[in-house]
């Protein structure tokens, strides 16, 4: 497994809130063990306990994506650094579930946490997955949704660090909405000037009285 797909791990945390909708997915410890996906082992080490443990590692991971949005790159690596020297983790070379065509394992980097709770095994992956997404694309490739009320994280992953939307689905509501926006302008400026031109018209006549 590759340590760029632990990054998905905060990302998944951080989008089961919408601050801006008022909703919050994470209510229960069913939640928390979705949030593992495929990971079901350590899954079932969550307790009711983790769904408020979760909740604020998930305000302090948001905060990481809210600086490197702003582009406040100091604060986001400090508030990653301090992450990760709670959450530490120890990276080992693993080869299970992956083979090659002779049935020789395919040797990988794996991400091995020994944790007290499911909440510190979850948050010392997903910590150590976005520092490594961090270092190696730039903190600018951290993001949040420009489509308002969105604000959902993402990770920008384009050749040319042109994302801004967390979804197609958001990135079509904008497109629509600034058309939107765009042909009322444009009416707004053809009234105006249909307006200006019927003033000019009834000073001119009046002129000519």
């Not at 989008?15 to 495929?38: C, I, M, Q, Y």
């Not at 302090?60 to 990760?84: I, Q």
């Amino acid at each position: 497994m590759e340590l760029a797909y632990y990054s998905d791990y905060a990302v998944r945390l951080v989008n089961s809130e919408e601050p801006a909708r008022g909703k919050d997915s994470l209510t229960s410890v069913e939640a928390v063990r979705d949030l593992f996906g495929v990971n079901q082992s350590a899954a079932r080490r969550a307790t009711d306990a983790d769904v408020t443990r979760f909740r604020s590692v998930r305000a302090r991971l948001r905060a990481v994506f809210e600086a490197a949005d702003s582009g406040d790159e100091t604060l986001a690596v400090d508030l990653l650094n301090s992450l990760l020297l709670e959450f530490p983790v120890s990276p080992q070379i693993s080869g299970h579930d992956y083979r090659d065509d002779d049935g020789r394992p395919l040797w990988h980097m794996h991400l091995a946490d020994h944790p007290s709770n499911a909440t510190a095994g979850y948050a010392a992956i997903a910590t150590m997955g976005l520092a490594f997404h961090l270092t190696a694309y730039g903190v600018d490739r951290l993001g949040l949704c420009e489509a308002a009320p969105c604000r959902n994280a993402y990770l920008d992953t384009s050749t040319n660090r042109s994302r801004r939307y967390c979804s197609d689905r958001c990135a079509t509501r904008a497109n629509v909405a600034a058309y939107r926006a765009r042909k009322r302008l444009e009416a707004d400026r053809s009234e105006s000037t249909s307006l200006a031109a019927e003033s000019a018209q009834r000073a001119s006549a009046k002129g000519e009285r």
